[in-house]
């Protein structure tokens, strides 16, 4: 390894031909006679040259690289989402090029930055989006861009998202419908938009029950730790005051409450249900298998991508945004609240009667 760079002129020389006839087997290989164009490639090959792509798309003022941001690289859900737009720049000859925010805004700002100054195509941004009454303005130079996980219907934003009011619905009457009266919800609504419209919906749902049924709010952080140190905290509360039925803002909260009670001996659904929110892939392939509200991150990301190119190829758009609904999944970690029986004792001295009540 020399660290010289390979250039066009090296082509030319080892396949013996000029540097112009190498351009047209770059750009267009139609043109030159089958003969000429083999010998290009295989010199090409055995130099292991690589395109100056900057350049090729100053000349041309136009470029075939789209880049996809994420707001967080390890949550299996911005993963899937991932795919589904890899997968679609794939299907419509696009490259991709990733980058993460890390839930930053400053990150977010200058990799968007970037995009714009590599001439890329467009973009797709999944923006760090902390709930306040106006979502921030994406600043990308002009270049077009659609806003994965998000709901935003203004003039001129592209966005693609789910209703997540109806998923934080979906998942409180799951819970009501099953006799819980006393929920409680686990995240930080201020960190995230979808988290705040999640929490929303939960409200809703317990404010219209009949009969009445109480909500507690626990604020932490969106991860798996965070879970586990709530259901130990969880396991130290009374059972009397303990809610019966819990609902994690993402999946990984909920996993996290799972295996925190677990380790203090509580489990669900025997002694009390938890639904999460996203299905991530894992979530049921637990020991216990996680009721979730699914939202379908492939193809929110594919609905992306595709939103992308036709404002890219300057489409007259139906609409500028793409909306998915949300869907409820039953399984193991959520169930009836314990039955509980009374059981009546009299004291033999003073032959008072006590009424207790007993889990079952």
Known sequence: MTGKRIGIKDVAARA?????TVSHVLNHPDRVRPERREAVEQAIDELGFVRHESARQLRAGYSSTIGLLLLDAWNP????MAHGVEDAAEGADMTLLMSNSGRSLERESTYLRVFAEHRMAGAVVIPHDEYSHEPHPIQAGGMPVVLLDRVDTRPGVLSVGVDDVAGGRLAAEHLLGLGHRHLLFVGDDSLAVPVHDRLTGVREAVTGS???????????????????EVGARLARTPRTRRPTGIIGAIDLLAIGILQGLHQH?????HDLSIVGYDDIPFAAQLSV?????RRPHYDMGVAAVRLLCAAIGEETLQSTHIGFTPELVVRS?????????????RSASAGATRTTKESS
């Open 265 to 269: 001996e509580i489990t669900a659904p």
């Open 77 to 80: 859900s911005f993963q899937t």
């Open 289 to 293: 298998p996680l009721t979730t509200v």
């Open 333 to 345: 970690s959520s169930g009836p609240p314990q039955v509980r029986r009374t059981t009546t004792r």
């Open 210 to 228: 009949r009969p009445a049924a109480s909500l507690d709010v626990m604020t932490c952080e969106l991860t798996g730790q965070a879970g586990r």
């Open 16 to 20: 013996g031909v000029s540097q112009g």
